[in-house]
């Protein structure tokens, strides 16, 4: 079997762009995989031109050697733009080897070690953090509807962050939310990179009675030495490292034990042949994975594969339910129910990908939000 065309699919999915890659080959067997970054899909798409070459004629099952060389094969060392690329093209090669061995991926990594893969879905609040109701609100009906974990992002102000304004919305926020669920349902809470020290430690000591799951991305990622003060400061679990685009990156919040959960993001961080590294790492420190997963329905498929064959696994990020995001392109979805992604008997990712469908859905040229401090300075989203 050899790899014959790579087809890079941009699809505007309503309100952002998704980015899909189809891998074919000269059995008639392709794959599709999934590139996050979003906001930055042209520039990926620039990265997959480049590796289009060093791919055709290839065999597909070597799919450590191929990621060697797209990841190395440039001289300079692959980051963000270069391994979201990768990312997309591993996940097909992956889904390839699984149909081709008429097997779902997870057979292919050692086979299951769980039934059933507990998610989290994305929680709306008002427009006004400060009315905490209708957060409330949207965490009652993802209770009633089955979901066991609860999640929403740190409070901003139309586009302003006030560090000090957010962390007391987010504690209000909180509270509110801990009374109206009780103890069955798991919270967590998204920092999203937007708070300094200062402010982190304050947030994650103000909320450690109020027993959340994790804190996610209570820092900036440029500099994991960050943790080494913030870790012993406080007591609530940390999750960190969406943002992290090799195991590299990861090395020093695994090895000196400085985060509960890590976040790989199996769409960055160089698809399923880098995160199964990144995850027998983890589980020698006792660190659990919570599989970031923001995107589509093909980035979905991969990490339920992923979540399914590794036993140091504690949660999935799943913004909404399967099955109501690009259905026609996607018209075969994972299954979902009580808050569970269900494992599948079908080959590789056991999805369906309709290409001609995602023609159907154009490019459009976005930007991801930005947010703005009280003096006017730019800040994280």
């Known amino acids: 079997m050899r790899i014959t065309g790579i087809e890079a699919l941009p699809v505007w999915g309503g309100q952002r762009n998704f980015l899909f890659v189809v891998v074919d080959t000269d059995e008639g067997i392709s794959g599709v995989g999934e590139a996050g970054i979003t906001g930055r899909e042209l520039a990926v798409i620039g990265a997959i031109e480049h590796f289009r070459p060093l791919l055709i004629g290839q065999d597909p099952f070597r799919?450590?050697?191929?990621?060697?060389?797209?990841?190395?094969?440039?001289?300079?060392?692959?980051?963000?733009?270069?391994?979201?690329?990768?990312?997309?093209?591993?996940?097909?090669?992956?889904?390839?080897?699984?149909?081709?061995?008429?097997?779902?991926?997870?057979?292919?990594?050692?086979?299951?070690?769980?039934?059933?893969?507990?998610?989290?879905?994305?929680?709306?609040?008002?427009?006004?953090?400060?009315?905490?109701?209708?957060?409330?609100?949207?965490?009652?009906?993802?209770?009633?509807?089955?979901?066991?974990?609860?999640?929403?992002?740190?409070?901003?102000?139309?586009?302003?962050?006030?560090?000090?304004?957010?962390?007391?919305?987010?504690?209000?926020?909180?509270?509110?939310?801990?009374?109206?669920?009780?103890?069955?349902?798991?919270?967590?809470?998204?920092?999203?990179?937007?708070?300094?020290?200062?402010?982190?430690?304050?947030?994650?000591?103000?909320?450690?009675?109020?027993?959340?799951?994790?804190?996610?991305?209570?820092?900036?990622?440029?500099?994991?030495?960050?943790?080494?003060?913030l870790r012993p400061r406080t007591h609530v679990p940390l999750a960190a490292g969406e943002q992290f685009a090799s195991k590299w990156e990861f090395r020093q919040l695994i090895e000196d034990e400085l985060i509960d959960y890590a976040r790989v993001d199996l769409c960055i961080v160089g698809g399923f042949t880098e995160a199964r590294k990144i995850a027998g790492w983890c589980e020698t420190h006792s660190i659990k994975l919570a599989t970031h997963n923001p995107l589509g329905p093909v980035s979905t498929a991969a990490c339920l594969q992923l979540n399914l064959a590794t036993p140091n696994m504690a949660v999935q990020e799943q913004p909404v339910r399967p099955g109501t995001v690009l259905t026609d392109v996607v018209p075969l979805q994972p299954e979902w129910h009580d808050g569970y992604l269900l494992p599948g008997d079908r080959p590789g990712l056991g999805i369906e990908f309709d290409r001609v469908a995602a023609r159907r859905h154009p490019f459009r040229m976005t930007e991801p939000p930005h947010l703005h401090a009280a003096d006017g300075a730019f800040t994280n989203w």
């Open 63 to 229: 799919t450590e050697h191929l990621w060697q060389v797209l990841a190395r094969g440039g001289f300079f060392p692959a980051q963000r733009i270069l391994t979201a690329a990768i990312s997309a093209i591993d996940i097909a090669l992956w889904d390839i080897k699984g149909k081709a061995l008429g097997v779902p991926i997870y057979q292919l990594l050692g086979g299951r070690v769980r039934d059933r893969v507990v998610c989290y879905p994305h929680n709306q609040a008002a427009g006004d953090p400060d009315d905490v109701a209708p957060l409330v609100e949207s965490c009652l009906a993802s209770a009633a509807a089955g979901w066991k974990f609860v999640r929403w992002g740190l409070p901003q102000h139309g586009d302003l962050l006030h560090p000090s304004r957010a962390v007391r919305a987010a504690v209000r926020q909180m509270q509110a939310v801990r009374e109206a669920l009780g103890d069955a349902i798991e919270i967590t809470l998204d920092v999203h990179t937007r708070l300094d020290l200062p402010d982190a430690i304050w947030l994650c000591r103000e909320v450690e009675p109020l027993r959340p799951f994790f804190i996610e991305d209570p820092l900036r990622s440029e500099n994991p030495d960050s943790f080494k003060t």
